[in-house]
C-alpha cells in the first residue's frame, strides 16, 4: 500500500460525525451532501410551486395576497434553478467522475468543501428576504430592472445570495475541469471517457463562461440600486434592455448547464438496459459540443418582442433552430442504441425513456417558438411556462431522478423496492403531463404567465394542470421513502455490477464503493467501457 | 569492487559461469545509504495534481476575465456618455 493509501486508510476510521460531514474532502460525501441539499430544496421550491397551484386551481383570489403570489413565483425559479437541479447534477459529478475515470478523489479537495458550504448560507440569504419589510424580491428569476428595484432592501440579499451561488458554481466547475484533465487513471483517453464524464467537462466550461456574466449583471443592478449609478436607469440615460442582453447571455447557456449533464446520464443508463454499446460515441461527444457553443449565439430569442431589429431577430431565429440539430443526433443515437437491443425496463430505463419522450415534446415546442412571428403570440404565455417545464422537470429532474436509481446500489451497497419504484415513476410520468400539458392549451388561449388571477375562460385547464401539480408532488414522496429505505434498511444486497450489462470503471469497484477508491490507478479495458471499444 | 551485471544478451551464459560472490549482497549499511525513492504511484499523483492546481488557476483566470468583461460592457453601452 502506497503511502498516500496509508495515510487515507488511518484518516478513515478517526472521523467524527461532524469531521466527516462537516469538513469533508471525500468526494462521495461531498456528493452526498449536494444531493441532500437538492433534495430539501426541491422540497422547499416545490412547496412554493403547490402554493401557486392552490392559488391558481380556481380564478379570483383565495389564498394569498397578488404580492406574495409574486415573491413565491420568484423564490420557485431561483431554488429550482441554483438549489436543486444545479446542485443535483454537481452532486452526481462529485460521486461518479472521480469513480468513472479511476482517479482518487477530486483533485481539488478542500476547494470541493468550500463548493458545497457556500451554497447552503447563499440559500439561507436568499430565503430570509421573505422575512424582510417589504418581503422577498418578486420580479421573477430573471430580476428584470426597473422592476426588480423596486423592491426593498432585500434585493441587496438576494444579489449577494446569486453571487454566493455564482461562486459555488465557479469553484465547483473549475474542480470538475482540473480533475477530468489532470487525474484520468494511465490509458483513459479524453475519447474513452464515459459520457457523463464528457458532459461534465463541456458543461463546466459553460459555466466558468457564463456565471461570472450573471455575477457582472447583478453587480451592476447592486450598484444602481444603492450606490447611484444608471446602468439600467433609461431616464437617467441608462438602458434596461442592456440587463437583458447581459442576463440571457447568461440564460440560455444556463439552459444547457442544465440539460447538457442529463444527456450524459441518459447516454449512461440507455446502453446498460439495451445490453448494446452507445450509438455513435463519438457524434454524441461532438453534439453536445456543437449544443455548447450554439447556446452562446441564440440568447436574443428570449427577447423577441423587446424591439431588436429585423436582422437580429432573423440571426436568433436560425441559430435556435440550428441548435434542433444536434439534438435531434442525441435524439437518434439514444433511440439508435435501443434498436434491436436485448432491452430490459429496469427503474433507470423507465426514468430514460421517461426523459427521452418528455424531453423531445418540451424540445419541439422550444423549435415553435424559435420562429419569430410565433414567438410574438407565445412569448409571456403559459405556453412557455409548459414548454420549459417539459424540458427541467420531464427532462432534468427525470433524469437525475433516473440517474438516482442507476447508481443508488453504487451509492448505498443495497437494491431498492422495484415496486414502489415503479409506481414512483408511473405516477410521476402520468402525473407530470397532467400538471403541464394543459399549460399548453391555456398558452395558445392567451393566458399570460406570473398572475395570480385569470379570466374564468382558464378555468377548467387550470383546475387540471393544478390537480396534477398536487399529484406530482405527493407522488415524490414515495421517492424519499423509497431512499431512506434502501439506504437504511433493505436487506437485498447490491453486487459490484449492480446491473447486468453495466460497464465502466465505477462497476469494478464493490458496492457500496469504499470511502476511498482508486488509491492505486486502475487498468483500463477498452471491452469494460459503456460506449464500447472506439479505439478503431 | 567489481559488479557482475547480467544483461538480457547474456543472461543465459552468465547464469552458466556464475558462483556465489558476496559483493553480489547488498549489506543493511549499503542499503540505508541509499537515497529512499518515494512510491512512484505517489510521486505522479502529486504530479497530477500540481498540474491540476494550474489548471485550476488557469480557468480561474478565464472566469475572471468574464466577470471583468461583462462589467466593462456594463460601462461602455449602460453608462450614458
Keep these: 500500500m502506497s503511502t498516500a493509501a496509508q495515510a487515507i486508510h488511518h484518516e478513515e476510521h478517526h472521523q467524527s460525525f461532524f469531521e466527516r460531514w462537516f469538513m469533508s474532502t471525500n468526494h462521495k460525501d461531498i456528493g452526498t451532501l449536494y444531493l441532500l441539499f437538492s433534495f430539501l430544496m426541491l422540497f422547499v421550491g416545490g412547496s412554493f410551486a403547490m402554493l401557486m397551484r392552490a392559488e391558481l386551481f380556481e380564478p379570483g383570489m383565495q389564498l394569498m395576497q397578488p404580492y406574495f403570489f409574486n415573491e413565491i413565483s420568484a423564490m420557485h425559479g431561483l431554488v429550482m434553478i441554483f438549489g436543486v437541479i444545479m446542485p443535483a447534477f454537481v452532486g452526481l459529478a462529485n460521486w461518479m467522475i472521480p469513480l468513472q475515470i479511476g482517479a482518487p478523489d477530486m483533485a481539488l479537495p478542500r476547494l470541493n468543501n468550500l463548493s458545497f458550504w457556500i451554497l447552503p448560507f447563499a440559500f439561507i440569504l436568499l430565503l430570509s428576504t421573505f422575512f424582510m419589510p417589504g418581503g422577498a424580491p418578486a420580479a421573477g428569476w430573471t430580476m428584470y430592472p426597473p422592476l426588480v428595484l423596486q423592491g426593498g432592501d432585500s434585493v441587496a440579499f438576494m444579489i449577494f445570495a446569486i453571487h454566493l451561488m455564482g461562486i459555488s458554481s465557479i469553484l465547483g466547475s473549475i474542480n470538475i475541469i482540473a480533475t477530468i484533465l489532470n487525474l484520468r487513471a494511465p490509458g483513459l483517453d479524453l475519447l474513452k471517457m464515459p459520457m457523463f464524464c464528457w458532459s461534465w467537462l463541456i458543461t463546466s466550461f459553460l459555466v466558468i463562461a457564463v456565471m461570472p456574466v450573471l455575477a457582472g449583471a447583478v453587480t451592476m443592478m447592486l450598484f444602481d440600486r444603492f450606490f447611484g449609478t444608471n446602468f439600467f436607469n433609461a431616464a437617467a440615460g441608462g438602458d434596461p434592455v442592456m440587463y437583458q442582453h447581459v442576463f440571457w447571455f447568461f440564460g440560455h447557456p444556463e439552459v444547457y448547464i442544465m440539460i447538457l449533464p442529463a444527456f450524459g446520464i441518459i447516454s449512461e443508463i440507455v446502453p446498460t438496459f439495451a445490453r448494446k454499446p452507445l450509438f455513435g460515441y463519438k457524434a454524441m461527444v461532438y453534439a453536445i459540443a456543437c449544443i455548447a457553443f450554439l447556446s452562446f449565439i441564440v440568447w436574443s430569442h428570449h427577447m423577441f418582442t423587446v ?26 443515437n439514444w433511440v439508435a442504441t435501443m434498436w434491436r437491443g436485448s432491452m430490459s425496463f ?78 414512483h415513476f408511473w405516477s410521476s ?35 387540471v394542470s393544478s390537480i396534477g401539480g398536487f399529484w406530482f408532488g405527493a407522488t415524490q414522496l414515495i421517492f424519499v421513502g423509497l431512499v431512506i429505505h434502501c439506504v437504511f434498511f433493505s436487506k437485498q444486497k447490491a453486487a459490484s455490477r449492480a446491473w447486468e450489462h453495466a460497464y465502466g470503471l465505477e462497476w469494478t469497484l464493490p458496492s457500496p464503493a469504499p470511502h476511498h477508491s482508486f488509491t492505486v490507478p486502475p487498468v483500463v479495458d477498452d471491452s469494460q467501457l459503456a460506449h464500447g471499444d472506439v479505439s478503431h | 569492487v567489481r559488479r557482475t551485471v547480467i544483461s538480457n544478451s547474456n543472461t543465459i551464459s552468465a547464469i552458466h559461469g556464475l558462483t556465489f560472490n558476496k559483493n553480489m549482497l547488498r549489506t543493511n549499511e549499503a542499503i540505508s545509504a541509499e537515497t529512499p525513492k518515494p512510491d512512484l504511484a505517489d510521486t505522479e499523483l502529486a504530479r497530477r495534481k500540481a498540474g491540476a492546481r494550474r489548471t485550476a488557476w488557469i480557468i480561474g483566470g478565464i472566469a475572471a476575465f468574464f466577470f471583468i468583461a461583462s462589467l466593462v460592457q456594463g460601462h461602455f453601452v449602460g453608462i450614458p456618455h
Design chain 1, 307 to 332: 424591439g431588436i431589429p429585423l436582422g437580429g431577430e432573423v440571426f436568433f431565429m436560425f441559430s435556435t433552430m440550428l441548435i434542433a440539430v444536434p439534438t435531434g443526433v442525441k435524439i437518434f
Design chain 1, 429 to 463: 410520468v402520468i402525473s407530470v403531463n397532467v400538471l403541464f400539458f394543459p399549460q399548453q392549451f391555456l398558452g395558445f388561449a392567451g393566458m399570460p404567465r406570473r398572475i395570480p388571477d385569470y379570466n374564468v375562460a382558464f378555468a377548467d385547464w387550470n383546475a
Design chain 1, 346 to 423: 429496469e427503474l433507470p430505463m423507465l426514468w430514460a425513456i421517461g426523459f427521452i419522450v418528455l424531453f423531445s415534446i418540451g424540445g419541439f415546442s422550444g423549435v415553435m417558438m424559435a420562429l419569430v412571428p410565433a414567438d410574438f403570440q407565445y412569448y409571456g404565455t403559459y405556453f412557455i411556462v409548459a414548454h420549459f417545464h417539459y424540458v427541467l422537470v420531464g427532462g432534468a429532474l427525470f433524469s437525475i431522478i433516473g440517474a438516482v436509481y442507476y447508481w443508488l446500489p453504487k451509492w448505498s451497497g443495497h437494491m431498492y423496492s422495484t415496486f414502489w419504484g415503479k409506481l
